[in-house]
């Protein structure tokens, strides 16, 4: 079955800080792994594809099918970063768009 | 406005009466999706649709009811609400390739 894993309910750093938000996954498939983000009174966003291998606002996340982790990572965190962060799945071949959530992290960054 | 759009934004209600929460987008995606999001369990899917007239239940359907009649509609109706189903709720389409557009959530409260 799958399911996502973000062990941090909370996360705070400080401004200039790296971050490191975690997120394990167990599937049988191939999976697909994103970020979505949510700030404060917006609504729910993607911030990145592990297929895209692309760095948003900073952040990159690489997927190690070996350790079947998708850790979202920045270098030195904003306080704009402070967010609720979510590791979400989906399965090629799955219903198609269906993703399965973790629990959030809700990121905090102090100034 | 192009989107997608929830209402209402807040709802009070009392135990055992019905509710229906409205979604609608402007794009014509084919697939919507309900989520409802709770502390300690991130976002769960309760029901989607792959098209119009076509719906499935997700992994917290119970007591909950969708119907679409038509492509840019997707209302997810509570026929007898209970305590439990005091929750934040999310309408989401598919764009793209297995991304996600979520619409700015109904905050529901059931007394």
């Known amino acids: 079955a799958q399911r996502v894993t973000q062990p941090e309910k909370l996360l705070s750093v400080f401004k200039g800080a790296p971050v490191e938000l975690k997120c394990n996954y167990s599937y049988s498939g191939s999976p697909e792994l994103f970020w979505y983000v949510q700030y404060s009174r917006q609504r729910l966003q993607l911030l990145l594809r592990?297929?895209s291998r692309e760095s948003i606002k900073g952040f990159t996340a690489d997927l190690n099918k070996g350790e079947t982790s998708f850790h979202l990572k920045k270098p030195f965190a904003q306080e704009e970063d402070s967010a609720m962060y979510y590791c979400?799945?989906?399965?090629?071949?799955?219903?198609?768009?269906?993703?399965?959530f973790g629990r959030g992290t809700q990121l905090t960054v102090w100034p | 406005d192009a989107g997608i759009t929830q209402s209402p934004r807040y709802k009070i209600t009392e135990t055992g009466r019905q509710v229906t929460l409205m979604c609608h987008q402007t794009?014509?995606?084919?697939?919507m999706f309900w989520y409802r999001q709770d502390l300690g369990h991130g976002l769960r899917l309760i029901y989607y649709?792959?098209?119009?007239?076509?719906?499935d239940k997700g992994e917290v359907p119970d007591g909950y009811v969708v119907s679409r009649s038509k492509t840019e509609n997707f209302p997810l109706t509570l026929e007898s609400a209970t305590r439990s189903q005091t929750s934040v709720y999310f309408c989401a389409s598919l764009q793209g390739y297995n991304e996600q557009f979520f619409g700015p959530g109904t905050r529901l409260t059931v007394l």
């Open positions: 649709s792959a098209a119009a007239d076509i719906t």
């Open positions: 979400a799945l989906t399965g090629r071949g799955s219903t198609l768009g269906r993703l399965y």
């Open positions: 794009w014509s995606h084919s697939y």
């Open positions: 592990h297929i």
